[in-house]
């Protein structure tokens, strides 16, 4: 049989499997309005302008130097006043950055919007005994 | 042979040796923040170093496997590379690396990991990988009953082109404001990208191997195309197991998982012909280009088993966000990446003007340096990624400043492990470009590789 024979199929099966990622929405996400929905991307382009994933996490995923910033919007956290302190004035590790008000609007906005989408923490995640994870109800 | 299509693959490669250069160069700086944290803080620091330690890297690994395409179709279609888009395709990388790394000494950034620099310098990479694509769909075309690395190249090179496009979606604004679906498609996108490249350079290793044996019975057997066909199906599915923490679509978790765990077979193919690999390398142990196949596939196996076990949800828990990740990313890119090009680059250049053949000692030194640098790289970062896992899962765990000064022990052992395998890395390269330069100065000398008869 032909090499071909097998490319064309899984391809077709993996152009049908992106397509449903690319329009299917997301189950037990928050709903904002429109006006919200803009400031968020704008919020996640200031995130990529600083570079902020050079050393931070969204989900575990970025950087190793800095902590997850899924959650640090969760209440009693003192997320708004932490990120705008260390931002503009440093710690040992990290830089001050030139953050202008509006900027940092939308990245609180942002932040607060991730922290509604989920728990970034692995240890709220069931273990099934055939090695499969499901998130606590 | 005709000396400009030789040159295409000397050019890419030469291209890749300095921007491998310029990596390591880059990467050690970016490192001593974990030493001396606030190292270059006020000047470049970690946020661009970082970047640009990737993006060096990132782009020797795309430049060499474009280098490693042109030198196979080059031996198998004597004469026949279409020389204009092959320099417009070298033309367009050296614009995009200018304007990558002058908008990072200017702190300009705007694009997503991995990828940081402004979107626009991806255009002109994008283009590359178009004209790249056409100049290797009009050789191939003129090839029958393709083996198994042609597909494994075209695969590559397609592939590459759709998940590059796929990684800059975000930048249509419905794409950008659904934060989850937004993360699911930038890890779908690099996921199958580095599988791209991957299929790229294994196909690369196979079309050694036959130039190796003298005959392509590796590359036109069942058993290679079964595999092709197996890491065809991974690198299409199963790269949710980058984010199966991600609150994301709920079928992607176990169909990532599933996928994920057929590649045991490749483990167990990896043992089965782990004795026939010893006793062919008692023949050409002293080839260069064997030896770091060889050396490929001993850290094909460690990668392999560290992959399997991360793709285990349960396990993943525990290695997700930590350095067991970072673990994984350096061995696969320089354990097997970066070997697969050093095989083809000294293949490339093994010429009886230049002698890598006669037991250069030397060259031997820095091979074992490089391999024992490699490893004490990797074990001190799986080292530093089993204790931030067990941080992450502890049932009341301290703060992330305690937990990484807990670290530095490891740390100091990668940072070590770092330097030594840079020492070998920039002792292997400038010997490479030696050759080139050395051969070039004595043209008579030089004698080209026979093509595929």
């Known amino acids: 049989m032909k090499p071909i024979y097998f490319f064309l199929p899984l391809v077709c099966a993996f152009a049908i499997f992106s397509f449903r990622i690319y329009s299917t929405p997301i189950p037990n996400q928050p709903q904002f309005d429109e006006n919200t929905l803009g400031q968020i991307a704008k919020g996640k382009l200031v995130y990529q302008k600083y570079n902020c994933q050079s050393c931070h996490q969204i989900y575990g995923l970025g950087g190793y130097l800095g902590p997850d910033l899924t959650n640090c919007m969760k209440e009693g956290r003192n997320g708004e006043l932490l990120i705008k302190t260390l931002t503009q004035v440093g710690t040992t590790q990290m830089p001050s950055f030139p953050i202008s008000e509006s900027e940092m609007e939308n990245l609180i906005a942002f932040f607060k919007a991730l922290d509604q989408t989920g728990n970034s923490d692995p240890r709220h995640f069931i273990v099934s005994s055939n090695g499969m994870i499901a998130e606590h109800e | ?453």
């Not at chain 2, 283009?127 to 009953?145: C, G, T």
């Not at chain 2, 978790?253 to 782990?274: D, L």
Request: aromatic share 18%; net charge positive.
């Open chain 2, 1 to 453: 042979m005709n000396k400009w299509e030789t040159n295409f693959a000397k050019l890419f490669i030469n291209t890749a040796l300095l921007m491998l250069l310029a990596g390591i160069l880059l990467g050690c700086l970016a490192a001593a923040s974990y030493i001396w944290p606030g190292f270059l803080k006020q000047d470049l620091g970690f946020i661009s170093l970082r970047p640009m330690h990737v993006s060096a890297v990132l782009f020797w690994i795309l430049l060499g496997a474009s280098g490693c395409v042109y030198f196979g179709l080059n031996q198998n279609l004597p004469n026949s590379i279409n020389k204009h888009l092959a320099l417009t395709q070298w033309a367009l990388w050296i614009i995009a690396i200018m304007g990558i790394f002058f908008s990072y000494f200017q702190g300009k950034f705007g694009g997503r990991e991995y990828w940081e620099f402004e979107p626009i310098w991806a255009l002109p990479i994008l283009a590359a990988w178009i004209l790249f694509l056409i100049q290797f769909l009009v050789q191939a075309r003129k090839m029958k009953n393709w083996p198994v690395y042609v597909w494994m190249w075209m695969t590559g090179i397609l592939f590459f082109v759709f998940t590059f496009t796929e990684n800059y979606l975000w930048l249509i604004p419905g794409f950008r404001k659904e934060i989850i679906g937004d993360l699911t498609i930038q890890w779908k996108a690099n996921g199958s990208m580095v599988g791209s490249w991957n299929q790229i350079l294994y196909g690369t290793s196979i079309f050694l191997m036959d130039k190796i044996s003298g005959n392509n019975k590796t590359s036109t057997s069942k058993v290679a195309f079964f595999l092709y066909f197996l890491g065809f199906f991974n690198l299409l599915f199963n790269w949710g197991h980058h984010i199966y923490t991600l609150p994301t679509q709920p079928y992607i978790r176990p169909i990532s998982y599933a996928v994920s765990m057929t590649e045991w077979v490749f483990f167990a193919k990896t043992i089965y012909t782990w004795k026939n690999q010893l006793s062919e390398a008692k023949k050409h142990f002293s080839f260069f280009p064997y030896r770091f196949l060889l050396a490929t596939n001993f850290w094909v196996f460690l990668n392999l088993i560290q992959a399997l076990f991360m793709s285990i949800p349960a396990l993943n828990l525990y290695t997700h966000g930590t350095h067991i990740t970072v673990a994984h990313a350096m061995g696969t890119t320089i354990g097997i990446n970066t070997m697969i090009i050093f095989a083809t680059a000294f293949m490339l250049y093994t010429n009886p003007c230049y002698n890598f053949l006669q037991g250069n000692k030397q060259l031997n030194r820095l091979f074992w340096l490089l391999q024992l640098g490699l490893l004490v790289f990797w074990v001190s970062l799986l080292g530093a990624g089993v204790e931030k896992g067990l941080w992450q899962m502890a049932e009341s765990r301290g703060n992330f400043g305690d937990m990484m000064n807990h670290l530095r022990p490891w740390f100091i052992g990668f940072f070590i492990g770092g330097i030594l395998l840079s020492i070998a890395i920039i002792g292997l390269a400038l010997n490479l470009i030696w050759a080139y330069i050395f051969c070039r100065k004595y043209p008579e000398k030089e004698q080209e590789l026979k093509p595929i008869e």
